[in-house]
């Protein structure tokens, strides 16, 4: 393949690697070449590449989305707030800001793009994106229609939603539209921000980019995908068992009777916090994040890593690791039980 065609700086964590063809889609009618095709398999749709890493070279063809546009409009009680896909996401919390629309401040500084954040149900320090989507609009691959689906519709969980599992090769979203209450109520009490006092929207916005500003690399200096794995959720009897060990263990009970661990304290715990590997490290400050710390790894060596922490951690805990970026192969995307091939 030719190197005209590299997606190294397409993606965040900037292995080398190439496609067969690179695109970029400006209207929403451009996606009518892809209708029969399955998006991840065929091509892959890419935003700013922030939680997608291309492992090796990729037989298909890569689609960069560049549908911008973003509008407010009010109710008494509500404002509704509409962003095109590929509407960089921390740059929509500023704007929201700056409008003084303010619910999604907790969300700063969060990597990718507006689209992208439905897909995995985009969460940090006690809020979700679930909780403001009104609805998401998208292109239907399998007949070439635009469709939308309300809240309910998008089944989301703990970084999951419809969009990673029935609509995953079928659907290309194109806008959002976020319902945010006209009164605010500050969530202030997960990690750090449990210190601020009586704080404004502003607050837990600047306390928020300092916070993730010092611990997360910059992955135009550090090549990385942010947070690598999903904080696990796990049964009673597995939290009791690491709280009996560790009583300062981060536990958090959810909704469901069970309980959300920290991923990076677990890995942290195993020992892995700058453990290195092929010129693939587990970030020394933040042991959630893996980095291409020589600029020039391998994907398989980014596979071994993956591994590595995943059987570490279980054997350790008892917990199984899911990866929470995307990884694309030769032939398109691949899970997590079939990294290593």
């Known amino acids: 393949m030719s190197t005209l065609n590299s997606v190294q700086n397409l993606h965040t964590f900037k292995l080398k690697s190439n496609a067969k063809k690179?695109?970029?889609?400006?209207?929403?009618?451009?996606?009518?070449?892809?209708?029969?095709?399955?998006?991840?398999?065929?091509?892959?749709?890419?935003?700013?590449?922030?939680?997608?890493?291309?492992?090796?070279?990729?037989?298909?063809?890569?689609?960069?989305?560049?549908?911008?546009?973003?509008?407010?409009?009010?109710?008494?009680?509500?404002?509704?707030?509409?962003?095109?896909?590929?509407?960089n996401w921390h740059n929509f919390v500023v704007w929201l800001l700056e409008n003084e629309v303010y619910g999604l401040e907790n969300l700063a500084l969060i990597p990718g793009t507006v689209g992208a954040s439905p897909i995995q149900n985009i969460g940090a320090y006690g809020v979700e994106v679930k909780d403001f989507i009104f609805k998401v609009e998208y292109f239907d691959l399998t007949d070439g229609s635009t469709k939308t689906l309300v809240n309910e519709e998008c089944f989301f969980g703990y970084r999951d939603s419809v969009f990673k599992h029935n609509l995953k090769s079928t659907a290309v979203i194109t806008n959002v539209t976020f319902k945010i209450p006209k009164t605010w109520v500050p969530v202030c009490t997960y990690g750090e921000l449990a210190q601020l006092k009586s704080p404004s929207a502003k607050d837990i916005f600047d306390k928020v980019v300092s916070i993730r500003g010092s611990k997360l690399p910059d992955p135009s200096v550090l090549g990385n995908a942010g947070s690598f794995f999903k904080n696990p959720i796990v049964e009673r009897n597995i939290a009791d068992e690491i709280v009996k060990h560790y009583a300062d263990a981060p536990i958090y009970p959810t909704l469901d009777?069970?309980?959300?661990?920290?991923?990076?304290?677990?890995?942290?715990?195993?020992?892995l916090k700058g453990f290195e590997h092929g010129g693939i490290a587990v970030h020394d400050k933040q042991a959630l994040v893996l980095v291409n710390k020589s600029g020039v790894a391998q994907g398989k060596a980014l596979k071994e890593v993956i591994l590595k922490v995943q059987n570490t951690v279980f054997e350790k805990f008892s917990v199984v690791l899911e990866t929470e970026v995307r990884l694309i192969g030769s032939q398109g995307e691949i899970s997590v039980e079939n990294a290593e091939q």
């Open 257 to 271: 009777n069970k309980f959300k661990l920290a991923a990076g304290w677990l890995i942290d715990k195993c020992g």
């Open 22 to 87: 690179i695109s970029i889609i400006e209207d929403v009618t451009e996606l009518n070449r892809f209708v029969g095709k399955a998006n991840g398999y065929d091509f892959v749709v890419l935003g700013e590449g922030s939680n997608t890493i291309f492992l090796e070279d990729f037989s298909g063809e890569v689609v960069r989305l560049n549908l911008k546009g973003k509008a407010i409009k009010e109710t008494e009680t509500d404002y509704f707030v509409t962003g095109a896909a590929s509407e």
